[in-house]
């Protein structure tokens, strides 16, 4: 019994030395023409994601979670709603990711 409170002790201690010691956040800007990634991030993000493809496919894993949690299946509904809002707002995601420098 000791011991888990070492060990619980020990990892507050880390978790908010990480925390004070950490640098600031910065959020991971879309590329410009010519730079690396531009086309990976054009055909995935613009053309995909926020275009049709992504509108539907969105809407189909909100519409299918509805379906499964109607079937009481709690888990799979809820990573499938989940899943549709994140292909919907993939595009706002990918620009507020912050990357720690």
């Given at each position: 019994?000791?011991?888990n409170?070492?060990?619980m002790y020990l990892m507050m201690a880390v978790s908010m030395i990480m925390t004070l010691v950490a640098s600031q956040a910065m959020a991971l800007t879309a590329p410009v023409a010519g730079s690396f990634g531009y086309e990976a991030y054009t055909f995935l993000i613009?053309?995909?994601l926020k275009g049709p493809f992504g509108a539907i496919a969105g809407i189909l894993a909100i519409i299918t979670g509805v379906v499964v949690m109607i079937q009481q299946k709690m888990v799979p509904a809820?990573?499938?709603i989940l899943g549709g809002i994140l292909v919907?707002?993939?595009d706002k995601i990918?620009?507020?990711?912050g990357m720690i420098i």
């Open positions: 019994m000791q011991s409170k070492r060990r613009t053309d995909v809820v990573l499938a919907i707002n993939a990918t620009t507020s990711i």
